[in-house]
């Protein structure tokens, strides 16, 4: 069981250190303003499965290697940055074709049905699991809020799957967010500078990730 205290405790804690944009985020927003609304339930899934796939790792132990050893870390670290980077460039080249077949302008479902919701979910969760700051976070967050009286796997798993749950729905707000912002913009002039100021919150989040260093659990 789970000291009920302690949960809501987590839950209240969690919530607020969620809303706080991080490289995730910014990366979702970017696909909500890219592709539109369609690509809410494909963001907030590669999001939870990726924050799964954190915790796993934090339970497994892995979480602690990275703490404590800087070269894994910063390998899973810069393989983020640079996949970031890349959609970032991706998406920029988008905006530059925009309008240009046959002298017209693409409406917003006719450039956003040309990303399948397979690849935003791929993309969101290789983003998402390939932050370590996820990780070590997990790592140091979580055994905050165990009750020592009681066992200590059960809880952690708890916290970890409320967090995984807690970070589906924030996600799943942020993508809404940036999806009802990208169908005010349906033309080609318009839908240009969103997918320019798209490529500017991926190459954000890349920034982001790359000047986080490890922290102390």
Not at 93 to 118: D, H
Not at 191 to 216: E, Y
Request: charged content about 10%; aromatic content about 12%; overall charge positive.
């Amino acid at each position: 069981m789970i000291n009920t205290t302690s949960l809501l405790a987590f839950v209240a804690t969690a919530g607020v250190l969620l809303i706080i944009p991080g490289p995730t985020i910014l990366t979702v927003v970017a696909y909500g303003l890219r592709v539109g609304r369609k690509a809410v339930w494909a963001s907030a899934a590669g999001v939870a499965l990726g924050d799964l796939t954190a915790v796993t790792v934090c339970l497994t132990g892995l979480g602690a290697v990275l703490a404590v050893s800087p070269v894994p870390y910063d390998v899973i670290k810069w393989g983020g940055v640079a996949y970031l980077l890349y959609i970032a460039v991706q998406t920029w080249r988008e905006s530059n074709q925009v309008g240009r077949e046959a002298g017209q302008s693409l409406t917003a479902p006719e450039i956003s049905a040309q990303i399948p919701l397979s690849k935003v979910f791929r993309q969101t969760f290789i983003v998402t699991a390939l932050n370590p700051k996820g990780i070590v976070f997990f790592l140091a967050f979580i055994p905050q809020f165990v009750d020592r009286s009681l066992p200590y796997w059960p809880q952690v798993s708890i916290y970890g799957l409320v967090f995984v749950v807690l970070g589906g729905i924030n996600a799943l707000a942020y993508a809404y967010s940036g999806g009802r912002l990208s169908s005010l913009f349906t033309r080609g002039g318009s839908l240009k500078w969103l997918k320019r100021v798209s490529a500017g919150f991926l190459s954000s989040a890349a920034l982001i990730t790359a000047f986080h260093n490890v922290p102390n659990p």
